[in-house]
């Protein structure tokens, strides 16, 4: 496995942190990441550990204001500017792949990225998918806001403690309080309006450990691909890729992209 690291010029000048894993042959598809609030590219071992010796490539940023890429923590003025980033990062990846099918993975924050970027750019893409993500359902009261100036829970992130500590001692993870003005408030009442014009194939997974469940059951119902499926764990929290049963998760995922190569 080859791992590198590198960056790219975003919008406004941004220096964006990325890494790639790359097979020693041609990959057979690209998986490219965009990661959850708070947290960075770094998070994604067992994705990379699972598809890489099964020869994908994966290729994650670190979204402006995360981890090792440049910008106020954690925040930005327009939640649009994450989706121009991962745009640019798209091109580079298609550059350096030009025959692979490329698929995009979103967690959490992350998901409400691709879920507008696939929205945008879905021509560009062989398919979607999202874990611990999600809409609340048009009408619904809005879903409840992680309280600002206080820091961010960690026990709905696993079950596994070691996930957890590991969580709170990486100092490339923002564990200061989550700023009033946080951009992804005011954009996820507005993703049922723009899920329905997404028609490529799109995994759907999420653990029922807490509110995820309930929120990836309504983005299934809304968005708009005839190519859709949910897949939920019974008891699974947030990091549905970092929880004790990942092998399966893993493995199920793989399932679902070997369908669609």
Known sequence: MLHE??????????????????????????LMISHGFAEHSGRYTNVVNHFVPKGYAVYALDHRGHGRSDGER????????YVEDLRSFFSLVRQ?????????????????IALLYTAEYQQDLAGLVTSGGGIARPGDPPMPQRPAGKPLPTA??????????????DPLVY???????????????????????????????AGNGGPDGARSQVLYEYIGSRDKTLKLYEGLLHEIFNEPEYPQVMSDMEQWLETHL
């Open 5 to 30: 690291e590198s960056s790219f010029q975003g919008l406004k000048d941004f220096n964006i942190y990325y890494q790639k894993w790359l097979t020693s042959e041609d990959a057979k598809a690209v």
């Open 74 to 81: 954690v925040q930005t003025d327009d939640f649009h500017d």
């Open 96 to 112: 350096e792949n030009p025959q692979s099918k490329i698929f995009l993975v979103g967690h959490s924050m992350g998901s409400a």
């Open 156 to 169: 709905m992130l696993s079950r596994d403690p070691a996930v957890i500590k590991a969580y709170e001692d």
């Open 175 to 205: 564990h200061g309080p989550v700023p009033e003005r946080l951009a992804l408030f005011t954009i996820m009442n507005k993703i049922p309006e723009i899920v329905p014009q997404i028609s490529i194939p799109v995994y759907i997974m």
